[in-house]
């Protein structure tokens, strides 16, 4: 089993930016793969930026690219988003997941969840 809880999430001013963290625990796989999707009021979970834990492959939304930065620190089982350049349409909850390997964008591929942590980009 692993646990995931995120934290950083807030309010900040359209092209603001915000660092979002998502701590792991319990049973790891060498060769997970975390990624962080959003959910905006009445609209589908998006997959946003995911990481490959071995080796540090990375995948972004086209809309994210150049703005959004995920990494990860293998000292602190923590991954973390980077978000710089925010705006409105970000404002989102933001989802950390974890499956055991390989990069998907499919929400429902993901094993394990986060209880999500509240972005709001005001304009």
């Known amino acids: 089993q692993v646990q995931l809880v995120e934290s950083g999430g807030g309010l900040v001013q359209a092209g603001g930016s915000l660092r979002l963290s998502c701590a792991a625990s319990?049973?790891?796989?060498?060769?997970?793969?975390m990624s962080w999707f959003r959910q905006a009021r009445g609209k589908e979970r998006e997959f946003v930026a995911a990481?490959?834990?071995?080796?540090?492959?990375?995948y972004y939304l086209d809309s994210v690219k150049g703005r959004f930065t995920i990494s990860a620190d293998s000292a602190k089982n923590t991954v973390y988003l980077q978000m710089n350049s925010l705006k409105p349409e970000d404002t989102a909850v933001y989802y950390c997941?974890?499956?055991?390997?390989?990069?998907?964008?499919?929400?429902?591929?993901?094993?394990?969840w986060g209880q999500g942590t509240q972005v709001t980009v005001s304009s």
């Open positions: 997941a974890a499956r055991r390997m390989g990069i998907t964008t499919l929400a429902h591929e993901y094993e394990y």
């Open positions: 319990g049973r790891t796989f060498s060769g997970r793969v």
């Open positions: 990481i490959l834990w071995s080796g540090g492959s990375t």
